[in-house]
C-alpha cells in the first residue's frame, strides 16, 4: 500500500486553524460521536496555555445531560493527566516549546475519555433505572422462583450472553427479558445478546420505557419483540406470569 495515500488520509490531522479560543489542532482521539477532539494551543508570554474548549463538557452533554456526572469525569480525567478542570475546559499552562506535543495529546486524551466515561455513566444509570423498574413489574406478577437475574447463555457464536432477566416457561428458562434505551452503548449489547440466541423472535422482549429512535427500533425489531413498560401485562411476559407458554401474538 503507497504510503502518500496513507499520509493523504491522515492530511486533516496536520492543519491548525487560528480561532478565538487560540490555534486550533485536530487529534486522533474521539468522542462518543466519533467526531475528532480539537485541541486549542494560546500563546502566553514565553510559553502556552493548551485547553480543549468545553470540548468534553459540550460532547457528554449532548448525549447525557447530567452535569454532575461529567463534572465528576472531567475531574477525574484531569488528575489523571495533571491538567486543571477550569469551568469545564481540561487545561494546562505554563507549556514550554518542547512540552508542547505532550500538552497537546494529554488534553486530547483527557477530553476523549472524560466525555466517553461520562456518557457511559449515564447511560449505565439509566439501565440500572429501567432494569429496576421491570423487575418490579415482572415479580408484581410472576413467582420470584422462576425468574432469574442477570442470566447467561451460550449463544449461537460459542460466546456467553447476557439478559437482564430470563422466565421459567414449560421446559426451562426460554423467555429473555432486556431493558434497551436509544443510546447504542445500551442498545447495541442488547441487540447482540438477541441476535445470538437460537430462540423465537417472540422469546426475546425488548422492553423500552421511552420511545425508541427510529433506526433504533427497526434494528431491535429484527431480533426481539418491543414492548412498552407499561403494556408487560399484555405481551407475551403477561402470558408466562398467567402460565400460558404458546406463542402470543
Do not use: Q
Not at 463534572?71 to 480525567?77: G, M, R, V
Not at 437482564?164 to 447504542?184: K, P, Q, W
Amino acid at each position: 500500500m503507497s504510503c502518500d495515500l496513507i499520509r493523504l488520509a491522515m492530511a486533516g490531522f496536520d492543519a491548525c486553524e487560528p480561532t478565538l479560543d487560540g490555534s486550533r489542532i485536530a487529534t486522533h482521539c474521539l468522542y462518543p460521536s466519533f467526531e475528532s477532539v480539537h485541541v486549542y494551543v494560546v500563546k502566553d508570554g514565553g510559553t502556552f496555555v493548551v485547553h480543549d474548549a468545553k470540548g468534553a463538557f459540550n460532547s457528554a452533554w449532548g448525549h447525557a445531560r447530567d452535569e454532575k456526572i461529567i463534572t465528576a469525569a472531567l475531574d477525574k480525567e484531569a488528575l489523571r493527566y495533571r491538567l486543571r478542570n477550569d469551568g469545564n475546559r481540561l487545561v494546562i499552562s505554563d507549556v514550554p516549546d518542547d512540552w508542547l506535543r505532550p500538552a497537546i495529546l494529554a488534553v486530547a486524551n483527557a477530553s476523549a475519555a472524560a466525555a466517553t466515561n461520562a456518557v457511559a455513566r449515564v447511560v449505565a444509570v439509566a439501565d440500572e433505572a429501567l432494569v429496576a423498574k421491570i423487575d418490579k413489574t415482572l415479580t408484581a406478577s410472576i413467582t420470584s422462583s422462576r425468574i432469574k437475574r442477570n442470566f447467561a447463555v451460550r449463544g449461537a457464536s460459542g460466546g456467553s450472553r447476557k439478559f437482564d432477566f430470563a422466565i421459567r416457561g414449560a421446559d426451562g428458562y426460554d423467555l429473555f427479558v432486556n431493558g434497551v434505551t436509544s443510546h447504542h452503548a445500551s442498545y447495541f449489547a442488547k441487540y447482540v445478546a438477541f441476535s445470538d440466541v437460537e430462540v423465537d423472535r417472540s422469546n426475546k422482549i425488548a422492553i423500552r420505557d421511552e420511545e425508541l429512535k427510529t433506526d433504533v427500533e427497526s434494528l431491535m425489531l429484527k431480533v426481539a419483540t418491543i414492548v412498552p413498560l407499561a403494556s408487560i401485562g399484555a405481551s407475551k411476559v403477561g402470558a408466562y406470569a398467567r402460565g400460558k407458554f404458546e406463542t402470543v401474538n
